[in-house]
Structures are given as structure tokens and as C-alpha cells.
């Protein structure tokens, strides 16, 4: 798969072209969208088909994305659009803050290390990942079924945890949890209700800001 962008135009006139084989216009739509979001089984059998369609076969020739940017909004509109544990399913594509193993290229980028070594270019200090492994455990307890997802924007993973940090203490969640995970003890927002619906849609926003900045860096790229 390419890591670069085709122009906008000949793509979307290639997916909506009728003489396109609907396989092949997937697989396009596909291997562009997993460019700036993370590879899911939400992104390819819900998103893509559904997304396909409406470029195929659009109710009003107005609806049409314009530009990356418009497509990106179309995604997350569909993305809201389905039930909390598919919403579930496609944030939980995303690595968790701190994770050194197994990141995308651009995951790997914006958490300031390198894909192919697995390394720090910053080297981020131990005490920073093992905190951040705490805070990502009470997180979950807090949120089950979710991980933590936030738009780093050039931030170090230090003021990730910081962050993460004050929004568990907001909830009191911590400190108890902070000095021995406690995890127990913690009060969780369960599937559906409303505190947990209401994380669910804040994790989207922060994906849609993700794909946003992914979308600009390929732009940057060319």
C-alpha cells in the first residue's frame, strides 16, 4: 500500500467511475482512508461499504466530499452514527498512550518514536511509561470496553500523563488508583450509559483531530 495520498480528484472520479470494478474502488477507498485511521474491522466492513456507496451512488450530487478533508467529516459522521460497541471497536484501533511495540507509522511519529526500531528518538523516561501503564489501566476500569485516546499534537508523553492525570483526579478516580492501581475500588461508567456514551464521542473528536493532522503531514509530504 502506498504511503502517499493520490490527488483528489482522479480518486474520487476513479471510485465513483462506473467502469471502476467495486472490489477494486474498496480496496482505493480502503488503503486511502487506512492512511489517516487506524486500520479497524469497523473502518473496512462498515465504514468503507457504507462510505462507498454514498460516493457511488450519492442521493444529491451535493453530498459529495470535496476534498480529503470533507471525506475525513464523512467518516467520522458515519463513524457516529453506529451502535456504542462498533464506536467502541474503531477507538480501540488506536495504541494506547505509551505503547512502544507495534505502533503504525504515523502512531509510532506522533508519540515521538520510530516505527522501525521500536525505539525513543526522545527516549521518554521510565517512570513516565510506567505511570502512564497505571493511568491507561484506571482509565479502562473507569471506561470498560475504551481506551484512552487524545490528540498528542507535537506533545511528549510526560504531558499526555499529565493530562490523563488531571481528568482521572477530576472524576476521583485518583489518587487511589495513582499510588497502588486500586483498581477495584474504582467506580466504572458502564457501556451505554450516559457518562460513558458522552467518553465514547470525545474519543471520536480526538480521532477526527488525529486524521485531520495525518492528512496535513501527507499534504506536507508531497
Not at 14 to 27: D, G, L, W
Not at 179 to 204: C, H, M, P, T
Given at each position: 500500500?502506498?504511503?502517499?495520498?493520490?490527488?483528489?480528484?482522479?480518486?474520487?472520479?476513479?471510485?465513483?467511475?462506473?467502469?471502476?470494478?467495486?472490489?477494486?474502488?474498496?480496496?482505493?477507498?480502503?488503503?486511502?482512508?487506512?492512511?489517516?485511521?487506524?486500520?479497524?474491522?469497523?473502518?473496512?466492513?462498515?465504514?468503507?461499504?457504507?462510505?462507498?456507496?454514498?460516493?457511488?451512488?450519492?442521493?444529491?450530487?451535493?453530498?459529495?466530499?470535496?476534498?480529503?478533508?470533507?471525506?475525513?467529516?464523512?467518516?467520522?459522521?458515519?463513524?457516529?452514527?453506529?451502535?456504542?460497541d462498533e464506536k467502541a471497536f474503531f477507538i480501540g484501533a488506536h495504541p494506547r498512550i505509551g505503547e512502544v511495540k507495534?505502533?503504525?507509522?504515523?502512531?509510532?511519529?506522533?508519540?515521538?518514536?520510530?516505527?522501525?526500531?521500536?525505539?525513543?528518538?526522545?527516549?521518554?523516561?521510565?517512570?513516565?511509561?510506567?505511570?502512564?501503564?497505571?493511568?491507561?489501566?484506571?482509565?479502562?476500569?473507569?471506561?470498560?470496553?475504551?481506551?484512552?485516546?487524545?490528540?498528542?499534537?507535537?506533545?511528549?508523553?510526560?504531558?499526555?500523563?499529565?493530562?490523563?492525570?488531571?481528568?482521572?483526579?477530576?472524576?476521583?478516580?485518583?489518587?487511589?488508583?495513582?499510588?497502588?492501581?486500586?483498581?477495584?475500588?474504582?467506580?466504572?461508567?458502564?457501556?451505554?450509559?450516559?457518562?460513558?456514551?458522552?467518553?465514547?464521542?470525545?474519543?471520536?473528536?480526538?480521532?477526527?483531530?488525529?486524521?485531520?493532522?495525518?492528512?496535513?503531514?501527507?499534504?506536507?509530504?508531497?
Open positions: 500500500m502506498s504511503t502517499q495520498l493520490p490527488p483528489f480528484p482522479g480518486f474520487i472520479q476513479f471510485i465513483r467511475s462506473t467502469h471502476s470494478n467495486p472490489e477494486t474502488a474498496y480496496k482505493q477507498l480502503s488503503d486511502v482512508l487506512s492512511l489517516v485511521f487506524e486500520p479497524s474491522t469497523t473502518l473496512s466492513k462498515n465504514i468503507v461499504p457504507a462510505l462507498l456507496e454514498r460516493i457511488r451512488n450519492p442521493s444529491d450530487e451535493r453530498e459529495l466530499p470535496g476534498n480529503y478533508a470533507i471525506l475525513i467529516d464523512k467518516v467520522i459522521e458515519l463513524v457516529s452514527s453506529l451502535p456504542d507495534g505502533l503504525s507509522a504515523m502512531s509510532a511519529a506522533e508519540q515521538g518514536q520510530s516505527a522501525s526500531t521500536s525505539s525513543d528518538v526522545t527516549p521518554t523516561p521510565p517512570d513516565v511509561l510506567r505511570c502512564l501503564a497505571r493511568l491507561n489501566a484506571a482509565y479502562e476500569a473507569r471506561y470498560p470496553g475504551l481506551i484512552y485516546i487524545t490528540f498528542v499534537n507535537g506533545r511528549t508523553r510526560a504531558q499526555i500523563r499529565d493530562e490523563l492525570e488531571e481528568k482521572l483526579r477530576e472524576e476521583d478516580v485518583l489518587p487511589g488508583a495513582y499510588e497502588a492501581y486500586g483498581l477495584e475500588e474504582i467506580q466504572s461508567q458502564f457501556k451505554n450509559s450516559d457518562a460513558w456514551s458522552k467518553e465514547v464521542e470525545r474519543a471520536i473528536l480526538a480521532i477526527r483531530e488525529i486524521a485531520q493532522s495525518r492528512l496535513e503531514k501527507l499534504s506536507e509530504a508531497k
